[in-house]
């Protein structure tokens, strides 16, 4: 979906700014480097708290929009 692979790429682009790994940021929002990996992918079948929870990390919010 492109829609997932947006976020992911705002949420790598956002850990990479703030000069994180995978696995730093994984520690902080209390999941797997590969929950991580996945998300900034835009793979998986991770579910939306968490993709929030990992946006938060690094700043970011999400939003719903009409």
Same mark, same amino acid.
């Given at each position: 979906?492109?829609? @997932?692979?947006?976020?992911?790429a705002r949420i790598r682009a956002e850990r990479r700014s703030l000069e994180l790994?995978?696995?730093? @940021?994984?520690?902080?929002?209390?999941?797997?480097?590969?929950?991580?990996?996945?998300?900034?992918?835009?793979?998986?079948?991770?579910?939306?708290?968490?993709?929030?929870?990992?946006?938060?990390?690094?700043?970011?919010? @999400?939003?719903?929009?009409?």
């Open positions: 979906m492109e829609v @997932l692979s947006e976020i992911g790994t995978q696995e730093q @940021l994984a520690e902080i929002a209390d999941t797997s480097t590969r929950t991580i990996r996945d998300i900034e992918h835009g793979t998986g079948s991770t579910g939306i708290g968490t993709v929030a929870a990992v946006a938060r990390a690094v700043g970011l919010t @999400l939003q719903v929009a009409r």
